[in-house]
Each structure stands twice: as C-alpha cells, then as structure tokens.
C-alpha cells in the first residue's frame, strides 16, 4: 500500500459547486497535514495546515482529518475558475523526520 | 510578503555536466529543504538541511548531489554529473520551525 494516495482526477465541475478532494494515508504516525496549491509548472502554494484530527476553516476553503480512518479531505464552497489547478495533500509525522509525503495532486477544472 | 526564490527558472544542462540549482529561503527561516517532481509524477522529498548540516536525506540523494549553504541567504543544491533521469522539477522551500513548509518557484531542470 502506497504511504499516500489520492485520486489524480482529472475532475471538472460548473462555477459555484462545492468540490471535495480527498487523501488516504498508511502511516498512523501522520500528525501534520497540508494542503497545496499548485498552478501548472510552479510550486506549491501552502492552502491549509491542521495538525492531528479535527476541522480547519478558512473562507471558502475546510480541511478535514479523519485519523481514525486514515483520511483528509478538502472541501472548497462556491468555487470559481481561478481555483483552477492541482491540489496536492502532504503530511508529515511530529517529531523526527521532517520530510512532507505528497499525494499525486488531483487537478480540478472549474467551468465558468 | 517575504516568499522562497529560486534561480535560475529553467536550466538545460549535457549529461555529465554539473549543475547548481540556487534559492533564497524566507530570511528568518532555519530549515531548508530540497524536492523534486518528475513530469506527471509526486513531489518527492530529496533532503533537509538545519544548522550548516543535512539532518535527513532520502534514498535519492545519492553521492552525485550535494547542498551548501554558502552564505547567510543562500542555499544551493549541486548535482555532479548530471543524468537524464535528473530531468524534473526542483524545488526548494524553508520554513522557521519543523512545522510548516514555504515552497518556492521551482528550477526545472533539463538534462539532454
């Protein structure tokens, strides 16, 4: 089983829908997770940062951390074309190594 | 806002050469990092730096690559004999504490 995996899309959706990507994980030592942005052929642009289980919200944009199921999702409301990139989770275990383990990035299309 | 740089945005360099990817972390940061992201592929992690020394490197950073910090805002990642399997995207990002990390432009890489 891959350490992180997430559906790399593509996924397309009309302006205004609520789009909810997600991430599984394998490691039970993830406490860090991270949301990024990334526009085509630049970094990753840091969305959102929760740190163990629990819910993160900030605009039009939550993050949500499910340990017990070994799963994060993102959830961005009323979206709009300039959301258009790929989105990548990472994580990372507290203490010890600092290395971020990234998800493949799903790239989303948001419609006018 | 202060932001991670990285020069120069595209280098193409022969087989056997050697190359120096160059950024410039947020100025009060005091972990520096090196990823890569090969064409259609993860983020991967390559290695960490605090403290004028490497604190973790992964499977990848082999003997051919090296990093320096050769001056207060400086830090370089060199790789000695370049290969085609090089060819990706390098980034480089910081961050104050091992917390959050700040991901600059990126240098992609071409190895012909």
């Known amino acids: 089983q891959k350490e992180v995996e997430q559906d790399p899309g593509p996924l397309s959706v009309p302006e205004g829908a609520i789009v909810s990507l997600n991430c599984t994980y394998s490691?039970?030592?993830?406490?860090?997770f991270m949301w990024y942005r990334q526009y085509s052929r630049k970094g990753p642009e840091l969305l959102m940062y929760?740190?163990?289980?629990g819910n993160k919200e900030d605009g039009r944009f939550t993050a949500q951390v499910d340990k017990s199921s070994k799963y994060i999702s993102l959830f961005i409301r009323d979206s709009q074309p300039s959301d258009s990139a790929t989105y990548l989770c990472a994580m990372r275990t507290q203490g010890g190594s600092e290395k971020l383990v990234f998800g493949k990035g799903m790239k989303l299309t948001v419609n006018p | 806002e202060p932001e991670v740089t990285q020069t120069p945005s595209h280098q193409v360099t022969q087989m056997g050469q050697e190359v120096i990817l160059r950024c410039v972390p947020i100025s009060n940061h005091l972990y520096f990092y090196w990823y890569r992201q090969i064409l259609g592929q993860k983020v991967e992690f390559l290695v960490s730096?605090?403290?004028?020394?490497?604190?973790?490197k992964s499977e990848i950073f082999d003997d051919q690559f090296s990093v320096e910090r050769p001056d207060g805002s400086n830090f370089t990642l060199k790789i000695r004999s370049t290969k085609l399997e090089d060819s990706a995207m390098y980034f480089c990002?910081?961050?104050?504490?091992?917390?959050?990390?700040?991901f600059g432009p990126g240098t992609r890489l071409t190895v012909l």
């Open positions: 990002a910081s961050s104050v504490e091992t917390g959050v990390q700040y």
């Open positions: 730096f605090y403290n004028n020394e490497i604190s973790e």
């Open positions: 929760t740190y163990s289980s």
């Open positions: 490691n039970s030592a993830f406490q860090y």
